[in-house]
């Protein structure tokens, strides 16, 4: 009788099992796709994102050319634009924006670093040149900048030692170059000056004097002519994270400041910092979450004043103009904060904020 049981078990075992292997086989094919299937899909649209260059946040912040006016000195004029070159390094601005209190909107096309004029520059092209200039590598800067009288004193100045600012010993997987003039031997590309010990070959044909980033790939010989790609100056960051300086950009106005943003689809959160705005603790303050950020700061009297001379925005609370109008250094013992005393301060109480932001972004893109 035993063994008649077991055999019954047995039998009953095996035909559970296959009840269990053919509900399993129609969950696989639950809306026309098997298990094998949906996994190959999966893979496809993981090598389909991997293809896609990684979108990052960008964070800009914009200040008042005027703040240079105030200077008492050449040289302090020059340590100041120094103090904001550094800030913007150390907190990995992407863009800084240098805005006049004109009242209407101008192409002024003199305010560009190819103006070499020494005669009366204003405060906005005065801290436009060194901004540039600090930003760029120091093995190209006598390629691309002109002696200037504006230029004097960016010797005392402390280097901003960014990422890019690579040493003619060091080998990154990318380099920033400057096209030179003369021809390659045996091709029709074109010689570019990273800053080794030997000028490398490109693959395309440009204007002698163009700044270019230059893909180094894995060959560390010089001497073989294999020639390198150039890529967009966002790549370092979209591939491997790596901060890779800040863009400068001149606005006749504040209003200007928002309108010309060249990120597509503009700035989705703009936020104006001002003993006037509201005061949150850095820790209780939350931002949504961002593409594109702007922080602005302003001169002598404040964004307020900035406001009421754009003929755009005139008559504007500043509380209308910014998603958020903070106050991020409330209980201040001095009369006034200068602007590049605001943008370390500020940049500082936002650092946590904009890190969770981005995290955010991350996590929903």
């Not at 389909?48 to 302090?76: H, M, R």
């Not at 163009?210 to 010989?221: I, K, L």
């Not at 603790?281 to 002598?300: C, D, M, N, Q, V």
Request: proline share 4%.
């Amino acid at each position: 009788m035993a063994k008649k049981k077991n055999k019954r078990e047995e039998s009953e075992i095996e035909a559970q099992n296959a009840e269990n292997q053919r509900v399993e086989s129609e969950v696989e094919l639950v809306n026309g796709y098997s298990l094998e299937k949906r996994k190959k899909k999966k893979k496809r649209e993981k090598e389909k994102n991997n293809l896609k260059p990684k979108e990052i946040p960008t964070v800009s912040i914009a200040l008042p050319g005027s703040i240079i006016d105030n200077a008492q000195s050449f040289e302090l004029a020059t340590r100041l634009a120094g103090q904001i070159a550094r800030a913007a390094t150390i907190f990995r601005i992407d863009e800084v924006v240098v805005f006049d209190n004109k009242s209407t909107s101008v192409n002024d096309s003199s305010i560009t670093t190819t103006d070499n004029s020494d005669e009366n520059e204003s405060g906005a092209a005065f801290l436009i040149r060194i901004l540039r200039y600090l930003e760029t590598p120091q093995y190209l800067r006598k390629s691309l900048f002109a002696k200037h009288n504006s230029l004097r004193f960016v010797g005392l100045l402390p280097p901003l030692d960014a990422p890019h600012h690579l040493r003619k010993h060091e080998w990154a997987p990318y380099r920033e170059g400057v096209t030179l003039n003369e021809q390659a031997p045996n091709s029709a590309g074109t010689l570019v000056d990273v800053g080794l010990s030997k000028n490398v070959l490109i693959d395309q044909v440009l204007e002698p004097g163009t700044r270019v980033t230059v893909a180094m790939g894995t060959n560390r010989n010089l001497d073989a002519d294999l020639p390198r790609q150039v890529v967009s100056s966002s790549k370092p960051r979209e591939e491997s994270g790596m901060y890779w300086g800040y863009k400068v950009r001149y606005a006749s106005n504040i209003s200007s400041v928002f309108e010309d943003c060249p990120y597509k689809g503009g700035y989705d959160h703009l936020i104006g910092t001002s003993e006037h705005g509201l005061f949150v603790k850095s820790s209780e303050l939350t931002l949504p979450s961002f593409r594109h950020l702007l922080i602005a700061f302003g001169g002598l009297a404040g964004l307020e004043e900035s406001i009421e001379e754009d003929s755009k925005l005139k008559g504007n609370n500043a509380c209308e103009v910014f998603d958020s109008y903070l106050n991020t250094c409330p209980h201040q013992g001095s009369r006034t904060i200068r602007t590049e005393e605001a943008i370390f301060i500020s940049l500082q109480y936002f650092q946590e904020p904009i890190n969770l932001a981005m995290q955010k972004f991350e996590h929903q893109s």
